[in-house]
């Protein structure tokens, strides 16, 4: 019987990453994937612009889901505005499945009160989350200090082990020094460092998202999680050779040719 597997995230309009993501990574686990809009982010003027729902609406969407159908798991993309927190809180409190919370924050630089707030609120979402996955920024918003090495990546995820997360891994990505790729993972008892060689791409929109929503789908398909985190590091890894080149210079990962990778696997 096919499993049900619930995304509360933002849409993208270009579709690399947010809700489109997490959907196209589900069918490609041979998961049902299902939505609660949060936001919808578009271009204007070339500026990015995220426009919230109203949150309720997003109660409702959470409320028809729950009343229709019996979910696997949970992955929490961009929610983004406060008072959807609670909403959310909410809806996860009963929840026995694994839930994987993105921690995706999306400000201004000058928005200091608004993502003070915010970042309180999601910090009350990490006790009910199986993982956590910050990439480097939003470890450094989550933990209050400067990540530059491998050490300060441990000091950070420690510090969010502290704030109430089960465990957490921290996506390096391009910004760290040297050749590799490496995510940290911590549970409060073992670090462990999860590494790829460095690709050349522009097709990166998308990873972070893609990253959090194979680790939920290999959870709900009976992975343990380090496991399920080396198989959606691989995951990714094939979605950025793959991706998709947009018109202004950037790209989308795409997951279309990752689906003989997993049958494979």
């Not at 691989?234 to 950037?250: M, P």
Request: aromatic share 6%; glycine share 8%; hydrophobic share 45%.
């Amino acid at each position: 019987m096919t499993k049900n597997v619930l995304t509360i995230a933002g849409s993208d309009t270009l579709a690399g990453g947010g809700l489109q993501s997490d959907l196209k990574t589900f069918e490609n686990y041979h998961l049902f994937g299902l939505t609660a809009i949060t936001c919808i982010a578009v271009v204007k003027n070339k500026q990015f612009e995220i426009n919230d729902l109203p949150p309720a609406l997003l109660q409702d969407q959470l409320a028809t889901i729950k009343q229709a159908l019996n979910l696997s798991g949970i992955k929490l993309g961009l929610i983004h505005d406060v008072a959807a927190l609670s909403i959310v809180k909410e809806f996860l409190h009963d929840f026995k499945g694994p839930i994987v919370l993105d921690p995706v924050m999306a400000f201004k630089e000058t928005d200091q009160i608004y993502s003070q707030a915010y970042r309180s609120g999601l910090i009350e979402l990490f006790p009910l989350a199986t993982i956590i996955t910050p990439n480097l920024k939003e470890a450094e918003l989550l933990s209050q200090q400067e990540i530059t090495n491998l050490d300060q990546m441990k000091q950070a995820a420690q510090k969010m082990i502290d704030l109430g997360a089960i465990a957490v891994v921290i996506k390096g990505g391009e910004r760290l020094a040297g050749d590799s790729a490496s995510d940290l993972f911590y549970d409060g008892k073992t670090y462990r460092i999860f590494s790829k060689p460095k690709l050349n791409k522009v097709t990166i929109n998308g990873a972070g998202c893609t990253f959090a929503s194979a680790i939920t789908a290999n959870l709900v398909l009976g992975k343990e999680l380090q496991t399920a985190i080396i198989a959606s590091k691989d995951f990714v890894y094939q979605s950025i050779q793959n991706g998709i080149l947009l018109n202004n210079g950037e790209g989308n990962v795409w997951h279309g040719e990752c689906v003989e990778m997993e049958e494979k696997a």
